[in-house]
């Protein structure tokens, strides 16, 4: 079973810094794509920035310039930075594993979520 745990959300005042982290657990042998969506009250679940696992990344165009996306593949981790909150971001941010191959029993995730960390933005 594949399962991916965030942390490092919280409150933090505008102009602030969070990092988030995902770690993916659950004898992975390979992910392809991870990612960051988030999903404010009242709104759709959108993409935040992804990174494959050769390092490529996109990111939403409200993020752009503040927000860096990385990922460690030894550590099965994905981490978000970042910088220069503003309130609009506030959210839950949810984790995201693309392409995902397991050693035992030998098997393939299309895609996994994890369960969310809450980032609030507010003075």
């Known amino acids: 079973q594949v399962r991916l745990v965030e942390s490092g959300g919280g409150l933090v005042q505008p102009g602030g810094s969070l990092r988030l982290s995902c770690v993916a657990s659950?004898?992975?042998?390979?992910?392809?794509?991870m990612g960051w969506y988030r999903q404010a009250p009242g709104k759709e679940r959108e993409l935040v920035a992804t990174?494959?696992?050769?390092?490529?990344?996109n990111y939403a165009d409200s993020v752009k310039g503040r927000f860096t996306i990385s990922r460690d593949n030894a550590k099965l981790t994905v981490y978000l930075q970042m910088n220069s909150l503003k309130p609009e971001d506030t959210a839950v941010y949810y984790c995201?594993?693309?392409?995902?191959?397991?050693?035992?029993?030998?098997?393939?995730?299309?895609?996994?979520w994890g369960q969310g960390t809450q980032v609030a933005v507010s003075s």
């Open positions: 659950g004898s992975i042998s390979s992910i392809n794509a």
């Open positions: 990174i494959t696992a050769g390092g490529g990344t």
């Open positions: 995201n594993a693309g392409g995902i191959r397991t050693y035992y029993p030998r098997t393939y995730y299309a895609e996994a």
